[in-house]
Every structure is written in structure tokens, then in C-alpha cells.
């Protein structure tokens, strides 16, 4: 069993930056991938952000170049650095963790454990 925590959310104005921290606990960190999704009102989950037990990195095309994933394994911490933000950035974001199975990293069913979300709001 793994309980994830995210924290860092927030309502601010188009072009600023927030980071997003995600506190994992209960297993060994570092054997597991870990994703950042995002779902605002009235449509699916999507894809954001990965990063491999092996260090490599994955982003969604909507958000390449502006968004950064990081992992501290010794905090046991997952981060999501973003910049630039935009309107349409608006969701609900949750981190994600698993082995990924037969699944690739931008795949929800990738990721066996999932935090509750932050909510992250951008203005015009």
C-alpha cells in the first residue's frame, strides 16, 4: 500500500508559476513510477507528466516546455514545477503511482495508487 498526499494548488493569474509537491509513503519510493494527471469540470482525466523508476522523463504535448517533473527520493517526494500557466491549465491535479504492468506511462491504468488531488485555477 502506497498513500499519496499533493499539495501546492492554488487560484492565481495567468503566467505565474506553482509547484506541486506529491508526499508518498508506506512502500519504497524509488521502485515505483510516478505520473501527474489532471481533469477539469466536464471532461477526462488526461496525462501531464511521468517520471521512470529509471529517471526517465514524459510529458503531454499541451504542457512540453513549460511544465518540469522531478522526483527527491529521499524525501519521498514527487514534484511538478509549473510555468507559464494558462486558463486552460485549470483542473483538478492528482499524482499517481505504480509499475506501470503491461501499461505505458501515460496510461491511467499504469498507476496502482493515486492521491486525492489539488485544484489548481488560472485567470484570464
Known amino acids: 500500500q502506497v498513500q499519496l498526499e499533493e499539495s501546492g494548488g492554488g487560484l492565481v493569474q495567468a503566467g505565474v508559476s506553482l509547484r506541486l509537491s506529491c508526499a508518498a509513503s508506506g512502500r519504497t519510493f524509488s521502485t515505483y513510477a510516478m505520473g501527474w494527471f489532471r481533469q477539469a469540470p466536464g471532461k477526462e482525466r488526461e496525462f501531464v507528466a511521468a517520471?521512470?523508476?529509471?529517471?526517465?522523463?514524459y510529458y503531454a504535448d499541451s504542457v512540453k516546455g513549460r511544465f518540469t517533473i522531478s522526483r527527491d527520493n529521499a524525501k519521498n517526494t514527487v514534484y511538478l514545477q509549473m510555468n507559464s500557466l494558462k486558463p486552460e491549465d485549470t483542473a483538478v491535479y492528482s499524482c499517481?503511482?505504480?509499475?506501470?504492468?503491461?501499461?505505458?506511462?501515460?496510461?491511467?491504468?499504469?498507476?496502482?495508487?493515486w492521491g486525492q488531488g489539488t485544484q489548481v485555477t488560472v485567470s484570464s
Open positions: 499517481a503511482a505504480g509499475r506501470l504492468g503491461a501499461y505505458s506511462h501515460y496510461d491511467p491504468r499504469a498507476y496502482e495508487y
Open positions: 517520471i521512470s523508476w529509471g529517471g526517465g522523463y
